[in-house]
């Protein structure tokens, strides 16, 4: 076999733009039905909006990850699947706008300490621990952090897409050790931001209550969900006879990673449980007592789709290599992860606000349950039109360049990569 990579350009066709296009009409026509179902519940609306942006900006942020974590550690095996991450980095831009419209709409609806009179001793509703926390839980602060999170990860995006597209044209390594450098920059800052973030958009939603593991379990969930749609793109361009390059030996190197933190994000998941099931402090019990008792189906459902489907369906290496398979595995690890950040937001929003109000009823009405428990048209009719826009723009960014980077340090070590 040749050392040279083969060229490969990807061609946007009216097939793709028709798979795009089909899930979006499909998906806004759930969501019309979904709103109009749901116009006396905006928590539920906004939330909805909240972790599904969340969801697939982070697929684009973790997809940049990846790239960033194999350039700074020489990672030579990737190089013929970068351009496929790559592509899907150019959604971060469109999902930090959509996240900062639904945060600027929706941030009353969604966060019960973003309501001041709460952290004002002078108000009958006074509460101590949210004023206690206001150095961190404020509107000033959370709004600076949040526009600092989406310009960095943008801005990281198009340096590396950019120094990227230039080392095509020119055998120079100085756009090689560029990226280095760059890389070296977005690990450091997403290293903090990746934590920071779901503190401030999801842990927050439930502001009496904490995890020190919450950045760490929001990151894997978030990886292995990129991972598992880099598969699908793979196995999809593979199918249609574009990268060439591309080997059974490197999607058994996918399948690892998306093997591996699925039984790093079942560690994480029985860890927070069981730490806070056995200390057994109500201001810790409270976060797994609400979805036991009134999402216990969907709780188990993220577990069985998250690690257990994965674990067994992923544990052989044939099974890696298995277009079929492989490709299984990552449509379970996507909804599963999917329905976990639903799990993760729904219930606190619902409930919190739920106690907002009917602590401000005028006729002091008691606290009302949540009356849903699963995702409805309004959920997953946002879930598609946003997977429609996804894929448009990954497929877009894919015919923009050569699926095979040109002028890398590592295009041999890539090209006769095997397991």
Known sequence: MSILPQPDKFEFTTKERNYGLITIAIGVVMLIIGLLTNLDNPTRIYTALLFNNYFFLMLGVCALFFICAHTVGWGGWYLMLRRVSEAITMYIPIGAVLLIITLALGMKEIYIWSHEELTDPANAHFDKLLAAKKWWLNNSGWWIRSILYLFLWTGFAFLIRRNSLASDQSSNLNYYNKSVTISAFFIFVFAITSSTAPWDWFMSIQPHWFSTLWGW???????????????????????????????????????????????????????????????????????????????????????????????????????????????????????????????????????????????????????????????????????????????????????????????????????????
């Not at 639903?342 to 009405?365: C, K, L, R, T, V």
Request: overall charge neutral.
């Open 217 to 419: 379990y929001s990151f894997i969930s978030m990886f292995v969900a990129s991972c598992a749609v880099t598969m699908l793109f793979v196995i999809y361009l593979r199918g249609k006879g574009y990268l060439k390059n591309v080997t059974d030996e490197h999607q058994h190197d996918l399948g690892v990673f998306m093997f591996a933190f699925s039984v790093a994000w079942g560690y994480l998941f029985f860890s927070q449980f069981m730490l806070i099931w056995y200390s057994n402090m109500p201001e810790e019990t409270s976060y797994y007592k609400l979805r036991i008792d009134h999402y216990t189906l969907l709780m188990w459902a993220c577990v069985f789709m998250n690690f257990i489907t994965p674990f067994l369906v992923l544990m052989t290496a044939g099974a890696k290599r298995h277009r079929k398979v492989a490709a299984f595995g990552a449509i379970v690890i996507i909804i599963g992860h999917w329905l976990d950040f639903f799990q993760m937001s729904m219930p606190a929003a619902i409930n919190e606000m739920s106690h907002y109000h009917s602590m401000h009823a005028a006729d002091g009405a008691a606290h009302h349950e949540p009356h849903f428990n699963h995702p409805g048209f309004l959920e997953i009719g946002l879930g598609l039109t946003l997977a429609g826009i996804f894929m448009l723009v990954v497929f877009n960014a894919l015919s923009k360049a050569s699926l095979v980077p040109k002028n890398h340090p590592f295009t041999k070590e890539s090209v006769i990569h095997h397991v």
